[in-house]
């Protein structure tokens, strides 16, 4: 496990029609990441730094984050790298807004920027803004709108992956976001690390389940010996009925 990393769950759907997301939050300030680093971590695992196709994709991640940050889950302010960035040196003219590119190649044209950005400059690499506990600004409260940064700061970071057929080791029951006009249902929430548990606890039972196996086997066998025994015929039994015939036989023939 990363150092740091308070919380990273694999959120698939059950409609295997979106894709599955991960929301890498790291507790510590020292622990976050950069705009490069949170892009190979995310590669690394098969996915990409998240891209947003349209208004729906940014609502779904915002009720992901509100799920995320609860009450009780110790989680609060921190800013999350997205896959938008800029190509370019002290752009900072009017066409700087039209620089930005998606780093997975999407030519998604939806932007979501916060009030006053992208404020260009040496600010290359994008955020989604979480910081709940700010006082708010002149665009609102500095929540899921996004700001420019310089790619070299550390923040916490969302994946994005390609829908999975089977999604694995479900650790919490589906829940439903509560955002109005949302219609995505069925939510899987995966995370690593439990299939790993369930070995340590299924493999010292083998021997236990051998074992009453093995008792199951010769009962039966037992069983089954003593039901065959009872159902032969005794030699005296077949004795005595032909010797009754064979007696009968005779006083008719007289």
């Known amino acids: 496990m990363v150092a740091g990393l308070a919380h990273s769950q694999k959120v698939c759907f059950a409609d295997l029609k979106h894709p599955c997301y991960k929301m890498a939050y790291f507790h510590e300030l020292s622990s976050r990441v950069s705009f490069q680093e949170a892009r190979m ?32 889950t110790g989680i609060s302010d921190g800013d999350f790298w997205i896959g938008l960035w800029r190509n370019g040196n002290g752009q900072t003219s009017g ?14 044209q939806y932007r979501n920027w916060y009030a006053d950005e992208p404020s260009c ?15 708010p600004g002149l665009g609102g409260p500095y929540l899921y709108q996004w700001n420019d940064d310089r790619c070299n700061m550390k923040h916490n970071y969302i994946c994005k992956y390609e829908p999975e ?27 690593a690390g439990i299939i790993p548990n369930l070995i340590y606890v299924v493999i010292p039972t083998i021997p236990l ?40 036989e005779s006083g008719m023939e007289v």
């Not at 690394?44 to 009780?72: D, F, H, R, Y």
């Not at 400059?121 to 006082?135: D, F, I, L, R, W």
């Open 121 to 135: 400059g040496s600010e290359k690499c994008v955020v989604m803004y979480h910081q709940p506990t700010a006082n």
């Open 95 to 108: 066409a700087c807004p039209d620089l930005y590119q998606w780093s997975d190649g999407s030519s998604s």
């Open 41 to 72: 971590a995310c590669e690394s695992e098969g996915g990409v730094l998240l891209s947003l196709e349209n208004e729906a994709e940014q609502k779904l991640i915002e009720s992901m984050l509100q799920n995320l940050t609860k009450p009780g």
């Open 165 to 191: 057929i089977n999604p694995t080791a479900p650790v919490e029951k589906p829940y439903l976001t509560n955002q109005p006009g949302d219609t995505h249902q069925n939510v899987v929430v995966t995370e």
């Open 209 to 248: 389940l051998l074992l009453i196996l093995v008792a199951f086997g010769t009962c039966c066998f037992q069983m089954l010996h003593k039901s065959k025994g009872r159902t032969k015929t005794s030699p005296n039994q077949s004795t005595l009925w032909i010797s009754k015939s064979t007696r009968k």
